[in-house]
């Protein structure tokens, strides 16, 4: 009788342990990498704006891969991207340009990817030259008003 | 005349029972350890209460992601609903709920159970032989309950995430990364998932406390049992309610 006991309250604490766990790694903090079939691209950016690690990279509106890590690079003062590319979609054109795009107008930042017309492709630790960086609504929103300054 | 002396008696009974729940804690708290019972007692306090609090987690996750995506999705924010379900049952919905519902399934069995002990004579009968009813009927329990809270609110506040994310990545269509990265982004361990745990224990203190005691002070016939299963679950309810609202203020400032 106490076996059944004790059964269950093990299987209890470890479902207690297994949810404290995945509160922890996945709902806040950390996430341990996926890894495995990826490959990774380098682009520097003037501006992110919002962008956070795990954001969706697309192409053509699909997703081709995830943002890594994000950091500054102290010698040109941009930011400096990590992209994370599916390896299903191994034959990007080396000439691709990257933009930081907006999903509506409050949205969530993610990266689109425009494909050039080079033979060559993206390789492992490959860098994306082209990138336009995210628009900052503070900053247009200034201009334009400058704008309608100057034409008065 | 009769109406002032009445309310009177009132207050007195008030204070004499929460001075007489006091001392009733002092002596689950002093009395001797023994870790016997405590194994059987959470299965009977945690283990059995595991359905209706999965059950229970799963569906409030699952209407907090509906309802949260019928009025994100017109600001464009749908993204944004991991986060709002996230905190929301972190912060608020996994304590309180969970405390609730516990209140409901182990603190009224509590109650009755020790409210029938009392009634059937079994804690005089074991006072008689010389074993100590605190120690050996009390106190496991109380262990149980203060153990069993807040495990069963960690195992709430996971399967009302999973069912949020049922609802908005498997029904509704947003993007799987960006539910989970935008709630990791914004949940915070340390302020969040810590305060709630800290949350569900007070709660497991309050609830299993005022359970025990209600049943041991309960008048010992039919009509006084159940009279103390019943505001077992009333005063529980009112007082995780009224105790979050103060820990919220304190915590969230």
């Known amino acids: 009788m106490s076996n059944k006991f004790e059964w269950w309250v093990g299987l209890f604490t470890a479902l207690a342990i297994a949810s404290i766990l995945f509160i922890s790694l996945r709902v806040s903090n950390f996430q341990v990498s996926s890894g495995g079939d990826q490959y990774k691209v380098y682009a520097y950016f003037d501006e992110i704006g919002g962008l956070k690690p795990r954001a969706p990279i697309t192409m053509a509106g699909v997703v081709v891969g995830r943002v890594g890590e994000i950091s500054l690079d102290v010698e040109s003062f941009q930011a400096k991207v990590v992209f994370n590319m599916n390896s299903k979609y191994k034959k990007i054109p080396d000439d691709t340009s990257a933009s930081i795009l907006t999903a509506g107008i409050l949205g969530e930042k993610y990266i689109g990817l425009t494909p050039g017309g080079a033979e060559e492709f993206l390789e492992n630790e490959g860098i994306v030259s082209q990138t336009q960086s995210a628009i900052v609504l503070e900053n247009l929103i200034s201009k334009f008003l400058l704008n309608s300054d100057e034409e008065k | 005349m009769a109406r002032l002396s009445k309310l009177g008696s009132n207050v007195i009974s008030l204070f004499s029972s929460l001075g007489r729940a006091q001392v009733f804690l002092w002596h689950i708290w002093s009395a001797g350890i023994s870790f016997s019972g405590v194994v059987k007692q959470i299965y009977f ?31 464009g924010a749908a993204d944004s609903l991991g986060v709002l379900v996230a905190l929301t049952l972190t912060r608020e919905l996994g304590p309180v709920v969970g405390a609730i519902l516990f209140a409901g399934r182990s603190g009224s069995a509590l109650t009755t159970e020790v409210g029938l002990m009392k009634a059937t004579e079994q804690l005089a009968a074991l006072e008689l032989m010389g074993i100590d009813p605190m120690r050996f009927v009390m106190r496991p329990r109380f262990i149980a309950g203060i153990i069993s809270l807040p495990f069963l609110v960690m195992m709430f506040v996971a399967v009302g995430v999973l069912g949020a994310w049922f609802v908005s990545v498997g029904l509704l269509g947003i993007d799987d990364g960006a539910f989970w990265s935008q709630m990791q982004a914004k949940v915070s361990w340390s302020n969040d998932v810590l305060n709630g745990l800290v949350k569900a224990l007070i709660f497991s203190v309050v609830v299993t406390w005022l359970a025990l005691f209600l049943g041991n002070d309960a008048i010992p016939t039919a009509e006084g049992v159940s009279g103390a299963t019943t505001a077992t679950v009333v005063y529980s309810s009112l007082w995780v309610l009224g105790l979050d609202f103060i820990l919220t203020a304190m915590m969230f400032d």
């Open chain 2, 45 to 75: 306090v945690g283990v059995l209460s595991l359905p209706i609090i999965l059950v229970s987690g799963f569906f409030v996750g699952m209407v907090l992601g509906l309802q949260g995506y019928y009025t994100l999705v017109d600001f």
